[in-house]
């Protein structure tokens, strides 16, 4: 648990450009992979990139999940490290958002 925490430490002293650097490097692995790894489950990229953000966003519809081992990896990746950078990203835009008001 204390990685998690250090981790969480090293991406708040990110900058704004590098937290959304590392946000479309985790969308864009996520969907590629998903598309890669579970052909039947998404058809398309879209469908991938839909589950992906739907993981990301902790949304979880349910209409798309992985079935195979590679897939529940990758899964369990996005959730474990892609939350953290989205939630990243959403307190980097707060910051910027709150410093632009002032």
């Known amino acids: ?3 998690f925490f250090r981790v969480w ?3 708040s002293k990110l900058s704004f450009v590098n937290v959304v650097l590392a946000s479309l490097v985790i969308i864009l692995t996520g969907t590629v ?3 890669v790894l579970e052909p039947e489950t998404f058809p398309s990229m879209f469908d991938s990139f ?3 953000m739907t993981t990301l966003t902790t949304v979880g519809y349910g ?5 195979s081992v590679a897939g529940r990896w990758l899964g369990i990746f996005l959730f474990l490290f892609g939350i953290g950078i989205i939630g990243a990203l959403i ?3 707060v910051e910027v958002g709150a410093t632009f008001q002032r």
Not at 63 to 67: G, I, Q
């Open 91 to 93: 307190g980097k835009l």
């Open 63 to 67: 209409d798309f999940f992985p079935t």
């Open 33 to 35: 992979l998903g598309f």
């Open 1 to 3: 648990m204390h990685i």
């Open 9 to 11: 430490r090293g991406l």
């Open 50 to 52: 839909w589950w992906t």
